[in-house]
Each structure stands twice: as C-alpha cells, then as structure tokens.
Nanobody, 115 residues
C-alpha cells in the first residue's frame, strides 16, 4: 500500500506564506511525478504545480512566481512553498504522485487565506 500524508495547511492573511509537505510511504520503488492540486468550493480540482523525477516543473499561471515546488527524492517528500497568498488561493490542497502504472492522492489539507 502507498500512503500520502500532507501537512502544513492552515489559515493566513493575505500576503502571508505557508509551506505544504507531503510524505509518500509504502511500497514505492520509483516516483515519476510529484505534484499539488487544489479544489476550491464549487470548483473543479486543478493543477497547482508538479515536478518530474528529472526536475522539470509545471505551474498554474495563477501561482507562477508566488509558489515553488520542490522534492526530496531520498525522503519521498514533495514541498510547496506558497508566498504572497491571496484569498483566491483558499482551497483544499491535495498531494499527488505518479508511479509506473498507478496514481496516488493524499487526503488533502485545507489552506484558508483571509483578506
């Protein structure tokens, strides 16, 4: 079994910062892509950022320049540093990893940004 455990969510004011972490554990041999998605109330889940095993990065236009994704392969952990947070960043943030022939999701962590 593979488990993803997110941490680091919380409530901040506009302009604040948070860092999310996601630890992947279990029967994992190769993680291809690690990423973060988010889902706001009444909206579809959307990609926030992802990083491949080779270090290639993808960011949503709405967060580029404010968020930074990174990964520690030795620890099977992916991070999301979020700066200059805005109320529209409020959502449940989900960790996601892809391994050969499978995709796994975390349970999500709430991020709330107040104005």
């Amino acid at each position: 079994q593979v488990q993803l455990v997110e941490s680091g969510g919380g409530s901040v004011q506009t302009g604040g910062s948070l860092t999310l972490s996601c630890l992947a554990s279990g029967n994992i041999f190769t993680i291809k892509t690690m990423g973060w998605y988010r889902q706001a109330p009444g909206k579809q889940r959307e990609l926030v950022a992802r990083i491949t095993s080779g270090g290639s990065l993808n960011y949503a236009d709405s967060v580029r320049g404010r968020f930074t994704i990174s990964r520690d392969n030795a620890k099977n952990t992916v991070y999301l540093q979020m700066n200059s947070l805005k109320p529209e960043d409020t959502a449940v943030y989900y960790c996601n990893i892809t391994v050969p022939m499978s995709v796994y999701w975390g349970r999500g962590t709430q991020v709330t940004v107040s104005s």
